[in-house]
Nanobody, 124 residues
Framework: QLQLVESGGGLVQPGGSLRLSCAAS????????IGWFRQVPGKEREGVSC????????NYADSVKGRFTISRDNAKKTAYLQMNSLKSEDTAVYYC?????????????????WGQGTQVTVSS
């Protein structure tokens, strides 16, 4: 059974950093692109970043470009989202999901097998 589990969220002050992890099981992790998404109450889930199956291609939303870095370790079946210079507007529940390709900004319609999410709160 394909499963993704996010971890690493928490409370951080503005300007701080967090690293989110997305651990996979039940499928050939190296065969799938991974996307990170986020959602705040009352708003649609939005794509933040994605990485291709081999890790050679990445894409970022303009709002996080230069601050967030996506990576993956196929041997460990884990993807990561390093978040630096965090802002209050980054506060959201962050989800990872698997898809076939990372082309442009990840769309929720192109990714599936969602994890349960991890809360990130940026506040002083």
């Amino acid at each position: 059974q394909l499963q993704l589990v996010e971890s690493g969220g928490g409370l951080v002050q503005p300007g701080g950093s967090l690293r989110l992890s997305c651990a996979a099981s039940g499928f050939t992790f190296s065969g799938y692109a991974i996307g990170w998404f986020r959602q705040v109450p009352g708003k649609e889930r939005e794509g933040v970043s994605c990485i291709s199956s081999a890790g050679g291609s990445t894409n970022y939303a303009d709002s996080v470009k230069g601050r967030f870095t996506i990576s993956r370790d196929n041997a460990k079946k884990t993807a990561y989202l390093q978040m630096n210079s965090l802002k209050s507007e980054d506060t959201a529940v962050y989800y990872c999901a698997a898809g076939r390709y990372c082309v442009g900004l990840p769309l929720t319609s192109s990714f599936g097998s969602w994890g349960q999410g991890t809360q990130v709160t940026v506040s002083s």
